[in-house]
Structure formats: C-alpha cells, structure tokens
C-alpha cells in the first residue's frame, strides 16, 4: 500500500551506550536489518521509538531517522533537564513526540509529564504513554488538560477478558471521542493470552476501537519486538500480524486510513502531492 506506515519501530546498535539499569538489551536491530521487514510489508514510512535500553539517550533513534531520511518520524525519551535547544534540534532531526515508558524503572517519571506536554506543544509534539492501564482512571483529568495529544501504546495494554479494563478503556474512549488521544494497534502479543498467528482474543478490543474512532488509530508492528523475545526467545511473523490487522478492517478505506492517512496527520509525512 503506497505510503503506509509502521508507527512503532525500534533500533539497536550496540555500539550505543545502555542505560544504567535497563532489563531489556536486544541483539544489534539496525536500518538495513528493518528495510527487509519493510519490503516484506509494503510500506514505505516507518516511526522510529527510543527504546528503553538508550534511557533518554535519542543518538540511535535519531541517528535511524538520518539513514531512513524523509519517511521517518521519531518519538524520543526525554527528562526535565532537556534544553530548548535540544528539543529543537531533535525537531530537525524528524521527532514529533516524546516516550513516557512506565511500565519499568525509567528516566522520566509521571509527575513530569504536565511540564515536559507544555514543553513540547509549541513544537506540535504528542505524548507517548507505554503505563499500566489501571493508573488511568486515577490520572483521566491530569490526561484530558494536557495541551497536547496522547498517543497510547499497545491497545493501552488492556487484558482481553479482564472485567476491571473497563473502567481503563473508557477513559481511553472519551479521550479518544474528544479529539485528544490516539492509539497504536501494535503488538497484540503483548497482552493475548491466545496468541499467534490469530489473536483472537485481541479483535473484540481492536474492533471497539475500529468502531469508536477510526480517525485516531495507527498501526504498529513492534519490531524487533523485543519483549515478546525477552519472554519466549522466539520469532515474531512482522507479515502475519499486518495480516491480522488487515483482516480485522473491514474494509479497504479503512485499513488505508489507519496505515495512511492517520499517520500522516499524526506525524506529520508529506502528502504526496508535496513530496
């Protein structure tokens, strides 16, 4: 599909500094490595995620979006001790928001989160929130005054089946319905409890979202999907779970909305007519 977009990718380089403390050290993922993925998927744009191995280190994140040049996009880790010109510079480099990974020990912690939105909002920057999804009934006023957009990992990593994700999905979805949030259909593994190469237990929750907001999802593939590996030391089939998704769209238009047009707007990308 021309101009399609994997909205959350990882690279690793080992010849990048780790985190102090950071539990997930994946083998060396690199941008030819990724482009083999790509072709086997047929997209053309890819976003780029600094991963919790690098902390608030964006060299490997921004050093990917130079070699994959214009179709590229970042979201970056960032602490409150960032400069302006920092921000700035990773704005030129293709960043267009900033990670809040706390489902582990991180760099950067929730009560930064109103300053770092306001930071960033002049830039048109988002906020990427990877958190336990039963924080969220708790935080839903801290999330709906943010001045800028939430884009939420992972299906908001609600369990299948687990009648407490509820309350968590409904904040989700008024969020969503105001126009603030957005989702990233990525990494059904995460959280099925079935798992591949269907993930079926994963489509009632992919289909509310498809049905609620079309207009504020995107798609992900995850990789090198580097938790699922930590787990099972297994491989992960990038062109099955595009399958998937595209077996749960229901039409064409739809599936060209979520890998297209969304990203597009989310990120940022060239119409094709400007390119």
Not at 115 to 136: E, F
Not at 201 to 218: I, K, S
Not at 251 to 257: E, F, G, I, T
């Amino acid at each position: 599909m021309p101009d399609a977009c994997d909205c959350h990718t990882h690279v690793y380089g080992s010849r990048y500094p780790v985190a102090a403390g950071a539990t997930l050290r994946p083998a060396d993922a690199s941008v030819n490595d990724y482009r083999k993925i790509q072709r086997a998927l047929g997209t053309s744009r890819v976003v780029v995620v600094t991963p919790s191995t690098y902390g608030n280190d964006n060299a490997c994140t921004v050093d990917a979006l130079a070699q994959f040049g214009k179709n590229a996009r970042g979201v970056a880790v960032v602490d409150d001790s960032v400069t302006e010109a920092e921000l700035r510079h990773l704005h030129q480099a293709g960043i267009r928001g900033i990670r809040f990974n706390l489902t582990l020990p991180a760099p950067v912690q929730l009560e930064n989160l109103p300053t770092l939105a306001a930071r960033i909002a002049p830039l048109g920057w988002h906020v990427q929130l990877n958190l336990p999804p039963a924080w969220l009934p708790d935080i839903a006023g801290t999330l709906a005054a943010l001045p800028v957009p939430i884009v939420f990992d992972h299906y908001g990593h609600l369990s299948p089946g687990n009648p407490q994700a509820e309350a968590s999905f409904r904040v989700i979805a008024e969020l969503l319905s105001a126009g603030k949030a957005w989702v990233k259909l990525s990494g059904p593994y995460i959280e099925s409890r079935e798992g591949p190469p269907h993930f079926a237990d994963v489509q009632p929750l992919a289909a509310r979202y498809l049905a609620l907001a079309p207009e504020r999802l995107v798609w992900g593939s995850d990789w090198p999907h580097p938790t699922q590996r930590a787990r099972t030391d297994g491989c992960v089939d990038d062109v099955a779970l595009l399958q998937t998704f595209l077996d749960w769209c229901e039409s064409a238009d739809l599936a060209h909305r979520v890998l297209v047009s969304n990203p597009q707007t989310l990120y940022g990308f060239e119409h094709p007519e400007q390119a």
